[in-house]
């Protein structure tokens, strides 16, 4: 029996538990959410138990890396680095995207290592066996999609990107009003692609309820792939956008009617004035599931540190009701991240969250910003380490003989010290 499906029954789980300990909620609420659909918990009933991550409204906003190997650095050895580093950064989950030669030995290795939800992208391996096995990616027989799916499920991946929500009417639009960038998503161009040269309706979408049956069978989650998203701020709230944003929503309360939890990818690249539209618009048409994005990049032109401009994005979409933000790193747009590059996207994305907790009113996260207020006051380095999000840099500065004030700007004539004699408090 699924999460869901317990949830509905009255009946609380070692996940829910462990969400509603570590979100500092009562277990009923977690329970509440879950049987509703505005929470998830990505978990693979063939997975031994691990780091659970509650996804949704009342949850702390979480953070996913992405790793994989591709033709052009394939490489199991680095991704096992790149792992080490996001998890020891503190992500929340990790997504494996590989298209390189041994996919199935990089999930394994993937799935053994990490101690948080693993998720991947099950049209990539499908589409890269297509070319092995027929020569071409449009030549994927229906029967490859849902095996892939099937085995991916049964080794133990906890959350799957989907992209069942392309359709005819989705691409019938998009090439009606056009775009500047038509479509950036990989999964989302494999299955355009594929659509165009055989003349069908997405497979992803003609046997949806099959899918499900799957992912039912396992407990995986569904990630409803935003395969439209907006690659350019030009291209945000489109009509291909808010038509693949529909499909999301019939197809997301079909999931959660069968018993699957689900949440939904979103956009991409949008412009900060668009961000709460978009929010809003995506939780009303979807039954309030969970909103992973992706992103967002609030401008297009920053390539080099779009780390920042989606941390930017990504705070203020949290701050408007965004679930799950899937970081991003200086290499975006530039090439493959390296092991640097990915714990500075995790850092930047936890940043965002942070932010964006605050704003949401989070009492965790509002109390960790007090602490470490006090601390500065009484100019205690220990306990500003402790209430750090990313400690490295404090630590440093400490072994490097900072003492207990970091701050030399004012030297001894310290604003805050001063204050606190006159307040009391020093």
Not at 147 to 176: C, P, R, T, Y
Request: hydrophobic content about 40%.
């Amino acid at each position: 029996m699924t999460q869901v499906l317990k949830a509905r029954a009255g009946k609380i789980t070692e996940e829910m538990e462990a969400v509603a300990r570590y979100e500092q909620v009562d277990v009923e609420y977690v329970r509440n959410g879950v049987a509703e659909g505005r929470i998830v918990i990505p978990r693979n009933i063939s997975r031994k138990p691990f780091r659970y991550c509650g996804i949704g409204e009342g949850m702390r906003v979480k953070v996913n890396a992405l790793i994989g190997t591709s033709s052009n650095r394939d490489d199991m050895a680095s991704e096992a680095r790149k792992l080490r580093v996001a998890l020891d950064a503190g992500c929340d989950s990790v997504m494996d995207l590989s298209t390189g030669s041994s996919i199935d030995a990089m999930r394994r290795q993937t799935l053994g290592m990490a101690d948080v939800a693993v998720g991947c992208t099950t049209i990539y391996q499908a589409a890269e066996e297509a070319i092995e096995k027929y020569g071409s990616i449009v030549e994927m027989r229906d029967k490859d999609i849902l095996d892939n799916i099937e085995k991916q499920a049964a080794e133990g991946i906890d959350f799957m990107a989907i992209h069942s929500a392309f359709n005819n009417s989705v691409l019938n639009v998009m090439q009606k009003t056009g775009r500047v960038t038509w479509v950036v998503s990989r999964g989302g161009a494999f299955v355009t692609g594929w659509m165009l040269h055989n003349n069908k309706e997405n497979p992803l979408f003609e046997h949806y309820d099959r899918i499900l049956e799957i992912l039912k069978a396992y407990d995986v989650t569904l990630s409803l792939g935003d395969a439209i998203r907006p690659g350019a701020t030009a291209d945000s709230l489109d009509g291909a956008q808010m038509q693949g944003l529909r499909v999301q929503g019939d197809l997301a309360k079909r999931a959660q009617s069968a018993g699957v939890q689900v949440m939904i990818e979103g956009p991409g690249h949008v412009p900060l004035n668009h961000v709460e539209a978009t929010m809003k618009l995506q939780k009303r048409l979807c039954n309030n599931a969970p909103y992973f994005i992706l992103g967002t990049l609030a401008t297009d032109i920053a390539p080099g540190y779009d780390n920042i401009t989606g941390a930017i994005g990504g705070a203020f979409a949290a701050s408007c009701g965004a679930d799950f933000l899937c970081y991003l790193t200086p290499a975006e747009h530039l090439g493959l991240p390296l092991e640097e590059d990915v714990r500075t996207g995790v850092i930047s994305a936890r940043i965002a969250a942070q932010i964006g907790d605050v704003a949401r009113g989070n009492k965790q996260a509002i109390a960790r910003e007090k602490e470490m207020g006090r601390a500065r006051v009484a100019m205690d380095v220990d306990r500003q380490i402790k209430a750090a999000l990313a400690p490295h840099k404090l630590i440093a500065a400490k072994e490097k003989g900072g003492g207990q004030h970091l701050c030399p700007a004012c030297g001894e004539d310290c604003a805050v010290q001063e204050a606190a004699r006159y307040f009391g408090i020093a």
